[in-house]
């Protein structure tokens, strides 16, 4: 097997950074690693496998010396400039951004669900939304086996989803109630905020993304289209509300599905169980059940709280928690460069 050479555009963003850490984990046939990023991050000096990086700008010419991988983490405008420059010079394109997403000529990939569109790529792929990566590695399986006929999402999104600036109105909301210690006044909206409209610390805010013309936000939009994308079922019937919770790590999902097909609960849990990707946290005698806590720091989607849902025929529950850095971008990302590496 040959070694090969990969960029990371946009290395030191949280995303970015997770990517490196992961990298570090997998320790790939890659035998040469630049790091790029914008104008005012370059120059920044990074630690990586024992050696000492300097960030390099990105630039048009930044792929002319020839890549075989680039994960891009850098978001949507920078992804739709460089990307197809990266991908001309014979890169392949692991995108992080929603830039290509739904672009029909880019395969959208979860490698435990879809694989297989893998080999269709013309120079870019397309890394899922967080929230849509860790709910088709367990519907998949799912709808292989008993075929969704609705899907109902209700997500509970950490503050890291929404980047640096997300995690800061969340730290800052700790402190202002520490330094207040009156919770109305850690309540309003008296202190910084740098990316929600409102304070984060103990507040759900049902708003994620742009509100869209349906009444929809992106978010819900990202999650319906995405799904039906990567299942492969373009009609399937999705309704979403992605909601930003006040936690720093993780994404929790409540998910209902209503199969065409009768199912059996204990061959439905031993189907997660031995699923790709998936562990299953469903001992309720105990009170274990999967959390967010559990979740960050692993690649694995936690599945529990699997029930009948009696409203509906063939109606099934479940709970749903993954590191949304990491399964939910960077290792998903890695994950498909591994594929790509298999395949040459």
């Known amino acids: 097997m040959k070694d090969f050479k990969l960029a990371v555009v946009g290395a030191t963003g949280v995303v970015g950074r997770a ?17 790029f990023a914008s104008k005012k991050s370059a120059g920044t000096k990074i ?16 792929f002319d010396e020839g890549f075989d991988f680039a994960i891009f983490s850098a978001g949507g405008d920078t992804s739709k ?3 197809p420059i990266a991908a001309s010079h014979g890169c392949v394109v692991v995108d ?3 830039a290509f997403r739904m672009d029909d000529q880019v395969p959208l990939i979860v490698p435990e669900v879809n694989p297989e569109e893998i080999k269709k790529n013309k120079g870019i792929i397309a890394n899922p939304n967080c929230s849509t990566i860790q709910a088709v590695v367990a519907l998949k399986p799912l709808d292989d086996k008993y075929k969704i006929k609705r899907i109902v999402y209700s997500t509970y999104q950490a503050v890291s989803g929404a980047g640096r600036d997300g995690i800061y109105d969340l730290e800052n909301g700790i402190k202002n109630f520490k330094e207040s210690s009156d919770i109305n006044v850690a309540s309003s909206n008296k202190y910084e905020l740098k990316k929600f409209p409102y304070p984060i610390f103990n507040n759900c805010l049902p708003h994620i993304d742009v509100f869209l013309d349906n009444g929809y936000t992106k978010e819900e939009m990202k999650m319906i289209n995405e799904t039906r994308k990567i299942l492969g079922r373009p009609d399937l019937a999705i309704t979403a509300t992605t909601v930003r919770v006040p936690v ?9 599905v209503e199969f065409e097909n009768d199912y059996n609960l204990e061959e439905v849990k031993d189907l997660l169980k031995n699923s790709p990707g998936i562990k299953v946290i469903d001992d309720i005698s105990s009170l274990k059940y999967p959390l967010a806590t559990d979740a960050t720091g692993q690649d694995d989607v936690l599945v529990g709280r699997i029930r009948r849902d009696f409203s509906i025929p063939n109606g099934l529950n479940f709970w749903c928690v993954a590191d949304n850095i990491r399964k939910g971008a960077a290792s998903n990302a890695i994950q498909i460069v591994e594929k790509l590496i298999e395949f040459f």
């Open 19 to 35: 990517a490196l850490k992961i990298l570090e984990e997998k320790k790939l046939p890659i035998s040469e690693y630049v790091f």
């Open 47 to 62: 630690s990586f496998l024992g050696k000492e990086y300097v960030v390099k700008e990105l630039n048009e010419h930044s």
């Open 81 to 83: 400039k460089y990307s």
């Open 96 to 98: 992080n951004s929603s």
């Open 248 to 256: 720093l790590n993780s994404h929790s999902e409540s998910i209902n």
